[in-house]
């Protein structure tokens, strides 16, 4: 069955600060994984996502994660945090072919002026 | 391009009463999902329709929570009567028919169960 795990519940870093969160997966075939973030009281909104092509995939608003095979994992990075980072990320694992998804329980960031 | 609509957009029931959402998804987006987010702790899926039938529901409390997407465009997910434990947001997301597509979420129903 298909699983994701965040470690860590809550990221805290400095403006200017790289940023790392960090997913691993799960998965009995190839997966197809994404990276969504949550402002307060939205919904989510897709920063980016894995479909087998390029292991390093880039995403919106600076943000980029790596595929690791041999680690199960897809770390989600950027390389300089903004006050506007400020937010939830969820990880996701996409189940089957019919895109339905399963979700880690999520890594709140705080940036710090 | 609109995006997937959700009302209302927060809800406070007491226990026992009954409480329906509704979602229309994005123009030409024939798969729909309904995801229960509790305080804390990632979205869960409920129920996942093609169309309007129902592809995967397995995880819908099914003696309390129905739901319908009769014309296979918008869709509305009730809960009857409503416990405490329900208290959570309920989004709704849908996707185009091509394979692991990603899925666009609308900003959710805040419900509140007293």
């Known amino acids: 069955a298909q699983s994701v795990t965040q470690l860590g519940s809550h990221v805290s870093v400095s403006e200017g600060a790289l940023v790392l969160l960090r997913c691993n997966y799960s998965?009995?075939?190839?997966?197809?994984l994404f990276w969504y973030v949550q402002y307060p009281n939205q919904g989510l909104q897709l920063l980016l996502k894995?479909?087998?092509?390029?292991?390093l995939v880039k995403g919106i608003n600076g943000f980029e994660a790596e595929f690791k095979k041999s680690e199960t994992s897809f770390h989600l990075t950027k390389p300089s945090a903004h006050m506007s980072d400020a937010a939830e990320y969820f990880c996701?694992?996409?189940?089957?072919?019919?895109?339905?998804?399963?979700f880690g329980k999520g890594t709140k960031l705080s940036v710090k002026p | 391009e609109a995006g997937v609509a959700q009302s209302p957009r927060y809800k406070i029931i007491e226990k026992r009463q009954s409480v329906a959402f509704w979602c229309n998804p994005i123009?030409?987006?024939?798969?729909l999902y309904w995801y229960q987010q509790i305080l804390g702790q990632g979205p869960k899926l409920l129920i996942q329709?093609?169309?309007?039938?129902?592809?995967?529901d397995s995880q819908l409390p099914k003696d309390r929570f129905s739901a319908e997407r009769l014309k296979g465009v918008d869709s509305t997910l009730k809960i009857q009567p409503a416990k405490l434990e329900d208290s959570a947001v309920y989004l709704c997301?849908?996707?185009?028919?091509?394979?692991?597509?990603?899925?666009?979420f609308g900003q959710g129903t805040r419900l509140t169960v007293v």
């Open positions: 997301a849908s996707s185009s028919t091509r394979a692991r597509t990603e899925a666009f």
């Open positions: 998965s009995s075939v190839p997966p197809y």
């Open positions: 894995y479909t087998s092509a390029a292991t």
């Open positions: 996701a694992v996409s189940l089957g072919s019919q895109g339905n998804l399963i």
């Open positions: 123009s030409g987006h024939a798969t």
């Open positions: 329709f093609q169309n309007n039938g129902v592809v995967d």
